[in-house]
């Protein structure tokens, strides 16, 4: 027998309108109507004037990592990890995570391909358990000259264990690295490396980097025949747009400058960059501010990157800094993404959809989440 519930007295944000004093009916796990003529329900939410949005759709999260490995060499075990993330993920109005694991070798992330492989098997595994708080996806960050991973995504790939997969190249001298001294500044920093270790890294880098591309078509065809969406990362020119357009590649995350901004623009595809960015007004690295690539057109999604608590002010941000209206902001973090992967069961407010939403209260300094529905069920309530 099926379950509805009505929210009343609620700002529902449609994809070109905000409704004030609106009311929208869940039927079991999905959206049933829009304003409805009849109250009539099994349970009945008063908002009290609080905005009701589409759950936010989170295509790079890099939050997992740190979740497992909170220092280096200090591992937490995974399930616990992916416990947690799936909780407060909830909280903070995420309904749609993608994972984001580095097959880097020792470079990134987690720096072990077969460890970041048995953790997108138990984030997988996990998503097919009975209530997960969320919807838990895998995004494998493959860096193109970690050649050894190609045989271990292929095989996640053939489990359909992935639901994205992003192509990195971080050899210095381009992309995030435009010198050799900032990689090298980064890798000291991160990993503690000694000078010895660090040049070796830095040497196999470069020689990996030769035919580094033509060796990851193979993983992009696999991809292709099972149905992934491709990515790109840090693409930082015209050409690598276009390289990466003829690839295949739907989604290009964090362009490193405005040419590549308007050459993705003019491709008429999907720009991701980090709310970390908009939310601090400014990359933690060399990149272009995010708030400026918004502006521009040259970026129409917006991610957690590195911290998942940062995508809801930030959506606030870009109305209060640039002017947009709540509508245009809110398609930075639900339709766009979603449009981005080809997930057209989610991601605005409408009959027939996932019921994925969020009440947010914006009486404080900051947004704030106070209930979090995923599929219709209530996972994350707060009455402060």
């Known amino acids: 027998m099926s379950r509805t519930t009505l929210i009343h007295h609620a700002r529902l944000v449609l994809p070109d309108q905000v409704i004030d004093d609106g009311s929208l009916l ?29 759950g936010m759709i989170d295509l790079h999260s890099d939050a997992i990592e740190s979740e497992i490995e909170p220092r280096p060499g200090v591992m937490l075990p995974t399930t616990f990890a992916i416990q947690q993330i799936d909780r407060s993920s909830a909280a903070l109005g995420l309904t749609t995570v993608y994972h984001s694991l580095s097959f880097s070798g020792k470079e990134l992330g987690l720096r072990n391909d077969e460890l970041a492989a048995s953790v997108a098997r138990a984030v ?11 919807d838990n996806r895998v995004h494998a960050r493959y860096e193109v000259t970690n050649d050894a991973a190609i045989s271990v995504l292929q095989e996640l790939l ?31 920093k991160r990993y503690a490396y000694d000078t010895e270790a660090l040049g070796t890294v830095i040497a196999e880098k470069l020689t ?25 990362h840090d693409d930082d020119s015209a050409s690598r747009v276009q390289m990466m357009i003829d690839l ?16 993705i623009k003019e491709f008429g595809e999907h ?12 990359s933690q690295s060399s990149g272009m501010r995010a708030i400026d690539a918004i502006e521009a057109g040259h970026a129409d999604c917006l ?27 809110v398609r930075l973090v639900t339709l766009n993404p979603a449009e981005a992967v080809d997930l057209h069961d989610r991601g605005l407010l409408a009959p027939g959809l996932r019921a994925d939403l969020l009440l947010v209260n914006e009486d404080g300094e900051y947004p704030s989440v106070t209930r979090t529905w995923s599929r219709g069920r209530c996972t994350f309530r707060s009455d402060a």
């Open 26 to 54: 869940i039927e079991d796990s999905t959206i049933a109507s829009i304003c409805p003529d009849s109250d009539v329900a099994d349970e009945h939410i008063d908002a009290r004037g609080q905005v009701l949005m589409p």
């Open 124 to 134: 997988h595994a996990y998503a097919q358990t009975l209530h997960p708080c969320i």
């Open 158 to 188: 053939a489990e359909e264990v992935l639901s994205l997969l992003s192509l990195m190249d971080h050899t210095p001298g381009q992309g995030q690295f435009q010198t050799m001294e900032s990689y090298h500044n980064y890798l000291a």
């Open 208 to 232: 990996a980097a030769d035919g580094a591309w033509e060796r990851a078509t193979q993983l992009v065809e696999a991809a292709k025949q099972h149905d992934v969406p491709l990515a790109s």
């Open 248 to 263: 295949g590649v739907s989604l290009c995350e964090f362009p490193i400058n405005a040419e590549a901004g308007e050459a």
């Open 271 to 282: 720009a991701l960059v980090g709310s970390p960015n908009v939310f601090r007004g400014g």
């Open 303 to 329: 991610c957690s990157d590195y911290v998942p608590s940062t995508m809801l002010p930030a959506v606030w941000r870009v109305c209060d800094e640039l002017g947009h209206s709540l509508p245009e902001a």
